[in-house]
């Protein structure tokens, strides 16, 4: 009976190590993943903020573009009634001629 129980513990003691090394291999893989995962998060935090960077950029590009815009099309709509009073003054010399 000693020896049976002796063998069973053995068998016992074996099958615990193969789970310990089959366990540790397991937390070794999971820590790769892990490493992993942190630099590909690492990498899309960079290049979330260099997108977020390059969205203020071009908003601002753009506020700008729309403000030289507005400015010229004032400009234009003043040149516009200047050349209008222009035409209107020289017809005006004309038919006093």
């Not at 935090?45 to 960077?53: M, S, T």
């Not at 700008?64 to 209008?84: G, I, M, P, Q, Y």
Request: aromatic share 4%; net charge neutral; proline share 0%.
């Amino acid at each position: 009976d000693a020896n049976r129980q002796s063998s069973d513990l053995k068998f016992k003691l074996a099958k615990s190590e193969q789970e310990i090394t089959a366990l540790e291999q397991n937390v070794i893989r999971l820590e790769g993943q892990v490493a992993r995962y942190k630099t590909a998060a690492e990498n899309a935090e960079r290049i979330e903020d260099e997108l977020k960077a390059e969205k203020r950029k071009l908003q601002r590009e753009l506020r700008s573009a729309l403000d030289n815009t507005e400015e010229l099309e004032v400009s234009n709509c003043h040149l516009v009634k200047r050349l209008e009073k222009m035409k209107t003054n020289w017809s005006a010399l004309l038919s006093q001629q």
